[in-house]
């Protein structure tokens, strides 16, 4: 028999096992990390096999928010870290790819890992995507957020190596004699055209976790080690 928990929590990790008749407020749809059914209540981290984008299961948890919500299949695999909503009311989601990947305007070519940014209506429907890789370096995006006036974007995260966030390459401090992350925080317009990037570090790990706009047009960016 199968137990039943009746909700999973911070922190813990479920798996899909549902099917396109399901949505993802059901236990049944999701395994926890010893087999047993569970129900998400919020800040979980989601993992959807590759077919799960074939079933289209239903979200009645839109209210909820997520660690991570990860799709993974063979030769790649997508974490989704951070969302917003821009003025205009499309979404904006950022996280981490592995190996090349399809966000719905066809496949977009890589190796490694690379930060990214994708952009779709307030309906789902595709706008564009960017991979922010380098072929000496590799990315994860933490945070994004949209200027509240000009519709500009602007993410954080880490990265190690050289990379190209649109610019030319940024390199990490002491690369590669020092194989660290530095954080970073990059701008692209609402059509998702580069616009600058920063890299701050210091030869340790530092990450960029956060990030906001405000009306006056300054960035502020939480960032750690």
């Given amino acids: 028999c199968r137990l039943v928990t009746p909700s999973a929590g911070s922190g813990s990790t479920l798996t899909w096992t549902g099917n396109n008749t399901d949505k993802w407020s059901d236990p049944k749809s999701w395994d926890d990390a010893i087999g047993n059914d569970a129900s998400p209540v919020g800040g979980e981290r989601l993992v959807f096999p590759a077919n799960a984008a074939e079933f289209q299961p239903t979200n009645d948890l839109s209210n909820l928010s997520f660690e991570s919500i990860s799709i993974s299949g063979t030769g ?60 000496n370096g590799s990315s994860t995006a933490y945070g994004i957020a949209t200027d509240p006036n000009t519709g500009n974007i602007f993410l954080t995260g880490s990265f190690m190596g050289t990379v190209d966030f649109g610019g030319g390459g940024l390199t990490s401090a002491g690369w590669p004699m020092v194989p660290n992350q530095d954080a970073f925080v990059a701008a692209f317009s609402p059509q998702g055209n580069y616009l600058w990037a920063v890299a701050f570090g210091g030869g340790i790990e530092d990450y960029g976790y956060g990030v906001a706009a405000t009306p006056d047009g300054d960035v502020i960016v939480i960032a750690g080690d």
Avoid at 116 to 124: P, Q, W
Wanted: glycine share 20%; no cysteine.
């Fill in 76 to 135: 790649y695999e997508i974490s989704g870290n951070s969302i917003t909503v821009h003025r205009l009311g499309d979404v904006l989601v950022s996280g981490v790819v592995k190996g090349a990947v399809d966000f719905g305007g066809g496949v977009i070519n890589g190796t490694g890992s690379a930060a990214f940014i994708a952009k779709y209506t307030s309906t789902g429907a595709y706008r564009w995507a960017k991979r922010l890789g380098g072929t």
